[in-house]
């Protein structure tokens, strides 16, 4: 290891003492009415090779600046700016400092559009798009697209292939300007290459409908529009592979993509035993990527981008397949659809401890659970996009899904008082098998009237979703103490849900000044039925059947909820600022029944005011601040609401409350993000703050056996704050060799209202966590990347009714690419996690080793690969959750280390202009 950094050492200043610096500055003007020109691209290149130096754009006062370091000693300055003519001038480096002065651009007779793809400029800003020109940023060969993003100004892509851009998360992936494979970007990310895209596009997120009218995006999210290559529209490539390794453990995947010009179609499918729904880190990452999104719900399962995993915990055997069309049918209907399969294994041992805190006393509960689970889930998505003319647009997104969830699980827990003398005991075991259809299906209508920037548009959407299910329990639950008891229950339920959802909106846009400023007129209606029968049958000892109908446990509920919303707002849009400001009154219905007790039932209305304003101000080309503010009426869950007993659980028995009231949330935003091209580092902060009236909370009384009895009341007082920044930089420390520092640092402050056995209660909670990372890399030999991140955090409580409590951990990411010697690569991926705070038992710490060693054959078309998972053999999930009343330690089942030796391979008929290579396959 000694000798291996001396030797990096030793190339690094051989390769730094052969530069020089330079610094070129000048400022842009408009050749006809001498104003300064700004936002336009100056970029510095080779002579011999027009290999990229360096680039930025200009300020406001049109004046540039590029320096950096360079063993060259001639370059070319290019300035590239839409609707104008391009400028270039030959440059000597010789002299350290050079100023160009003013430097006037004619405006160019072409369109915009023919002198936006002509241009060779790294980054183009046009209105509210920003473009990157592929070509200029040198990344690995055989770079992903995921390769590519983590080289663009501004662009962060994390271990999970999650991508920011200038802190704002990115949720579309599109490929000339269509979905490829839904909403998981991490499939366009890590199967498509570098080499047949052209462009990379950064906008805010919008629908379909509102890029047709012109509306604001979303400003809280991107979307990355990949345009490919005319040359490489037209032709088959793709990625198969497989590997297997010890512990039986295995994974294989395959990709296959046909263009050709606005036809589409991808196939893939995979599948692995290493707790990858979307595989895993090394050669198969580069695949299919891991997940954008997860929840879990109460009874353990979970969803992954959407797609059902069983009870997610332990070990997880998985397998997907799918599909994905996109095409265009007279130039007028844009279609896509696309097919999804997933299906796992999971199976789980895992135990828990809390401390449960009360006013004046605290009680102990133990649990140790086991489980096994099987999942199959369909999805059919589709999309028609009809464009009758230029200003008519019809809109129809009709989904499909059905899942079946099989599972078991057994429980057993027990609750100690403070002397740890048993107070209750329980176990359960059960059998759940559910099935669930789902269709869901949008259809939207825009119209835009005359040349002001009017329209009409009106959007309607159905749903319908049924949930069946049967359960098996046995349970035995047991009550110590001067009246002590015991319960046992044998039962079969039997479970139909049914929920229909209705909504309707429209909106009619006036302008009152053309194009700038217009008065919105808004309606939106929903209307949502549930029906949710529940059987539940004793076993009959006589008969041994479950034939005995608990009415107790049984329901027969019938909810609805009906919603209408007027709105009017003002929009306001300039060239460098945006705003849009209403008001709105909501009226709100809540029905609820029960068919097995007729008095069970709730039937409120409520009226509110509702209202929103939010902007924004371009202060500069890179940089812009926005804001917003609203008030949104919340009503309390019909379920919190039924004035019903719930006994199925024993040890936790929940009563709705029909007087509950509606919440007010009000939520304030103020965000800030600024990118410097030159010195390529940017800056973004935010700050949020939300206060929230008549907050529904949870009311729980613990008796002196530690069965909790919860039921639901308003509060006041609950808020919160949190907000976050960050900043980096590149250094350049020659043409080769660059050095990316970043910082941030994450808050959370609240305030929470809560009941502890009665007594109402506010709790303080305040979180932070800085962060550094830092990335070296050297242009196709290696590049390493650390974080580090310290969390702390504080609960402190009114009247000192509970202790404060302190929190702490650390983590501790390094991420190392090496590319020599020639064919090679091998990356490493090192974590440390400790936890100080976590109780005896339980593990604190742990380092997390993976390493992938490749080695590329056949014309790199092949790969070997071999992975070794957890290297250290230390990984661990134990983990430490706290709340008001609570702390809590868990660990569970996790996956173990293991070897692994794959194999993958590429192939690729991609032609020239359209051309397939007459079908034979070739290797680039």
Do not use: C
């Not at 509606?662 to 206060?691: C, M, T, W």
């Amino acid at each position: 290891m000694k000798h291996l950094l001396s030797f990096f050492l030793i190339i690094f200043i051989s390769a730094h003492s052969f530069s020089q610096n330079f610094k070129v500055s000048g400022t842009l003007i408009d050749a006809e009415t001498q104003n300064p020109l700004e936002a336009a691209t100056v970029f510095m290149e080779t002579l011999r090779d027009s290999t990229l130096i360096t680039y930025t754009i200009t300020d406001r006062n049109g004046k540039f600046v590029l320096e950096g370091n360079t063993s060259v000693k001639k370059a070319r300055v290019n300035i590239s700016f839409v609707g104008y003519e391009s400028f270039q001038r030959e440059v000597d480096l010789n002299t350290a400092v050079k100023d160009m002065e003013k430097i006037p651009l004619a405006f160019s007779i072409a369109s915009l559009d023919e002198v936006v793809v002509r241009s060779r400029a790294p980054v183009t800003v046009k209105k509210d798009t920003l473009e990157f020109n592929v070509a200029s940023f040198k990344t690995k060969k055989d770079a992903t697209i995921e390769d590519l993003l983590k080289e663009l100004p501004g662009v962060e892509v994390d271990a999970d292939g999650k991508i920011k851009v200038n802190g704002k998360d990115v949720s579309n992936i599109l490929v000339n300007g269509k979905p490829f494979f839904g909403n998981d970007p991490t499939i366009a990310t890590r199967n498509l290459t570098k080499e047949i895209i052209e462009k990379v596009q950064v906008v805010d997120t919008k629908t379909k409908s509102e890029a047709f009218t012109g509306e604001e995006g979303d400003k809280e999210s991107k979307t990355i529009n990949l345009t490919i290559k005319e040359e490489n529209n037209k032709g088959i490539f793709g990625r198969v592979a497989a590997g297997g390794g010890t512990d039986e453990r295995f994974e294989y995947a395959g990709l296959f993509n046909y263009f050709n010009n606005d036809t589409r179609l991808s196939v893939l499918g995979g599948g692995n035993n290493i707790n990858s729904p979307g595989f895993s880190f090394g050669e198969i990452q580069k695949m299919f990527g891991n997940a954008n999104s997860m929840s879990m719900s109460s009874s353990g399962a979970f969803m992954i981008d959407g797609r059902s995993f069983g009870y997610g915990e332990g070990i997880v055997n998985s397998r997907i397949a799918g599909a994905n069309y996109a095409d265009a049918i007279k130039e007028k209907t844009d279609i896509s659809a696309d097919y999804f399969y997933s299906g796992s294994n999971s199976n789980s041992d895992s135990k828990t401890q809390r401390e449960n805190i009360l006013p004046d006393r605290r009680y102990f509960t133990e649990s140790n659970n086991t489980s096994n689970s099987e999942t199959d889930s369909h999805a059919v998505n589709m999309g028609f996009d009809i464009k009758v003319d230029s200003t008519f647009l019809i809109n129809i997104k009709p989904n499909i899904s059905y899942t079946q969830l099989k599972g078991t699980r057994y429980n057993e827990s027990s609750s100690l008082d403070e002397d740890r003398t048993l107070t209750n005991t329980a176990l359960s075991e059960s059998f759940n098998e559910t099935n669930s259809r789902k269709f869901k299906n949008q259809l939207d209508v825009t119209k835009k009237y005359g040349d002001a920037g009017g329209f009409l548009k009106v959007s309607f959407t159905n749903e319908w979703n049924t949930i069946t299910g049967d359960n098996y329990l046995y349970s035995e639950t047991n009550i110590f103490g001067e009246m002590p008891s015991e319960e046992i229950r044998n039962q079969h339920t039997d479970s139909d849900n049914k929920e229909t959802k209705y909504g309707a909106s429209a909106t009619y846009r006036l302008p009152l000044l053309s194009k700038k400023l217009f008065l919105d007129l808004k309606y939106h209606y929903d209307n949502k039925q549930n029906l949710n029968d529940k059987s539940v049958y004793d076993f009959d000892e006589i008969s041994q059947a479950f034939s005995s109908f608990n009415t107790t446990l049984s329901t027969d509920y019938t909810f609805n909820n009906i919603r209408s919303i007027p709105y009017a707002s003002i929009v306001l849009k300039t060239e460098k600022s945006s705003l849009d400001a209403g008001v709105g009154y909501v009226f709100q219905e809540l029905e609820g029944k029960d068919g097995l007790r007729p008095g069970l039932k709730v039937d409120s209305r409520f009226e509110a005011l509702q209202m929103y304003a939010r902007g924004n101000l371009k202060l500069s080309a890179t940089g812009q601040i926005y804001s917003g503010y609203t008030l949104r009426n919340e009503a309390p869950q019909i379920e919190q609401m039924l004035p019903n007993t719930d006994v199925s659980d024993p040890l936790n028995i929940v009563t709705g409350n029909p007087d509950l009231n509606p919440s007010n949330r009000h939520y304030i935003y103020l965000n800030y993000n600024n990118y410097d091209f030159q010195k390529g580092g940017g800056f973004y902060a935010y700050i949020n703050a939300e206060v929230v009236e008549d907050a529904v909370v949870p009311k729980t009384i613990v008796d002196e056996n530690n069965i909790r009895n919860t039921t639901y009341a308003n509060v006041k007082g609950k808020y919160s704050f949190y907000g976050g920044m960050s900043m980096g930089r590149k250094y350049k420390l020659d043409s080769l060799v660059s050095l990316s520092p970043r910082i941030g640092m994450w808050n959370n402050y609240s305030q929470d209202i809560n009941f502890n056995n009665g007594v109402e209660y506010k709790s303080k909670n305040f979180s932070v966590s800085p962060n550094v990372n830092l990335t070296l890399a050297w242009q196709k030999l290696f590049d390493i990347r650390a974080s580090y991140t310290l969390d702390i955090g504080k609960n402190s409580f009114e009247d000192n009714i509970f202790e404060d409590r302190n929190f702490l951990s650390h983590s501790l990411n390094i991420r190392t690419s090496l590319f020599v010697p020639k064919n090679f690569e091998w990356r490493n991926d090192i974590d440390y996690n400790y936890h100080p705070d976590i109780s005896d038992g339980f593990q604190k710490s742990a380092w997390f080793w993976n390493t992938t060693l490749s080695y590329s054959l056949l014309k790199d078309n092949g790969t070997v690969t071999l992975k070794v998972y957890d290297l250290l053999n230390q990984n661990t999930n134990a983990s430490r959750y706290s709340s008001e009343n609570y702390i809590q330690d868990s660990q569970s089942t996790v996956l173990e280390q293991y070897f692994m030796l794959g194999f993958s391979y590429k192939f690729n008929t991609l032609g020239s202009k359209g051309e397939t290579g007459r079908g034979a396959i070739y290797f680039d």
